[in-house]
């Protein structure tokens, strides 16, 4: 059993969080909720309190007694302090140390481990101040969860969806196990980092409705992307057309050309590290058809330019990210070409992986991490493992 002092912050996700409450309590976790005064537009203290079973707190001057329960004793009377959802002006006064009502005062008080499941409105998630408030937050060892990406309240799609009640229970259950020393969710050795990350294919167009494209599906850098951002990372992932959904916590910018590709990268600099996961395209086409091409002239003869190599652009530039790391798909002679790509490309790292079986789009990889230090061979893990142990090497590379 361990007691979360819930505080809900005004949004229209705020209904989550009376249903987060059923979820925690059915798993025998009490919990005293704290609603802010935006909070209360969206849900009643009284929904709160009949859910909870406890009284709900939404005031300083509620707490009338302070011998009783002052506010440092309600911050520290819990095991968790959770907030949920938390909006961009929470975050922002929480990064601030602004303690300027119940929530803010109990988050500035409180000596407990501290989690954030924001939701917001995408650009307000997307906006520098945020990022940068979550950024201060995550480096301080406040554990952030989400926001998912989906459709919003507001008409607008992208990231800042508050997860699922269940899901966030789920996040949160190793910071709760009965009578163990809490500790937070994973460790955040990125905290702090900016970590940029590009996955997928890229499109290239012949005309308006054909493209050159290759099989990647993107899994193994959107692993890599949500395993970054689960290590404390700010993450920006720069996604060539894939059908996946953008992991949590992450800053994800769509593409569809290398070329776009290569704009969205540079734009995002600086970053401490870079990871290029993505198949690029090597070559586009001259002069894509301007109109749909016709079966009735023959046979077209298409004519390519070279794409802009992103690895090799990252590496010469006075930004350079301090670790640089790039992928080398191949079908033969595995080793010896990445090696000779590492050389070729001046990157740190090659993460090597022979991709004449199904990897491209399979759930597994076998790979080689090919450093100045030599080559190593991994052994043949899920892409989500693959993904955990490049992050775990990655920090301790730039700690
Ligand atoms: O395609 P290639 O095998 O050369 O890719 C090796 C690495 O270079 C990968 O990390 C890939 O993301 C990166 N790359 C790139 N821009 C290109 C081609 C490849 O960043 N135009």
């Keep these: 059993m361990s007691r979360i002092l819930l505080i809900v912050g005004g949004g229209i996700a705020a209904y989550k969080a009376a249903e987060l409450i059923r979820h925690a309590r059915r798993a025998g976790h009490p919990v005293t909720p704290v609603l802010t005064a935006g909070g209360a537009h969206f849900v009643t203290p009284m929904s709160l309190a009949a859910l909870a079973e406890s009284p709900v707190y939404t005031s300083l001057w509620d707490l009338k007694d302070e011998s009783e329960m002052g506010h440092i004793q309600l911050s520290r009377a819990a095991d968790l302090v959770l907030v949920c959802p938390a909006t961009a002006d929470l975050l922002a006064k929480m990064?601030?140390?602004?303690?300027?009502?119940?929530?803010?005062?109990?988050?500035?008080?409180?000596?407990?481990?501290?989690?954030?499941?924001?939701?917001?409105?995408?650009?307000?998630?997307?906006?520098?101040?945020?990022?940068?408030?979550?950024?201060?937050?995550?480096?301080?060892?406040?554990?952030?969860?989400?926001?998912?990406?989906?459709?919003?309240?507001?008409?607008?799609?992208?990231?800042?969806?508050?997860?699922?009640?269940?899901?966030?229970?789920?996040?949160?259950?190793?910071?709760?196990?009965?009578?163990?020393?809490?500790s937070p969710v994973e460790a955040q050795p990125l905290a702090g980092r900016h970590v940029l990350v590009t996955a997928g294919p890229t499109h290239e167009p012949i005309d308006p409705v054909r493209v050159i494209a290759n099989?990647?599906?993107?899994?193994?850098?959107?692993?890599?992307?949500?395993?970054?951002?689960?290590?404390?990372?700010?993450?920006?992932?720069?996604?060539?057309p894939v059908a996946l959904p953008t992991p949590g916590g992450v800053a994800r910018i769509d593409v569809e050309t290398a070329q776009q590709m290569a704009d969205a990268v540079l734009a995002a600099l600086p970053a401490d590290v870079a990871i290029l996961v993505a198949a690029v395209a090597d070559w586009r086409i001259a002069n894509p058809a301007a109109t749909k091409m016709k079966k009735g002239g023959g046979p077209p003869t298409l004519a390519f330019a070279p794409n802009p190599d992103i690895l090799a652009t990252l590496a010469e530039r006075p930004d350079r990210p301090r670790l640089l790391v790039g992928f080398a798909a191949e079908t033969d002679d595995v080793v010896a070409n990445a090696t000779a790509k590492r050389a070729a490309k001046k990157a740190d790292w090659i993460v090597a992986n022979d991709v004449s079986g199904d990897v491209m789009g399979g759930t597994d990889n076998r790979v080689h991490l090919v450093s100045a230090a030599g080559v190593e061979d991994w052994p043949e893990a899920s892409k989500d493992a693959v993904a955990a142990q490049l992050i775990e090497r990655i920090a301790k590379e730039i700690a």
């Design 95 to 182: 990064a601030a140390g602004i303690a300027d009502d119940l929530a803010t005062t109990l988050l500035l008080a409180t000596d407990k481990p501290v989690v954030v499941a924001p939701a917001m409105n995408v650009r307000m998630w997307l906006h520098a101040a945020t990022q940068a408030n979550v950024a201060t937050l995550r480096a301080r060892g406040v554990t952030v969860l989400g926001p998912d990406e989906g459709d919003m309240a507001c008409g607008e799609h992208g990231p800042g969806r508050l997860p699922e009640p269940d899901d966030i229970l789920r996040r949160i259950a190793p910071m709760l196990e009965p009578d163990a020393a809490i």
């Design 215 to 240: 099989r990647s599906s993107g899994k193994q850098g959107f692993a890599i992307a949500a395993a970054a951002a689960r290590a404390g990372a700010r993450v920006t992932l720069v996604a060539g």
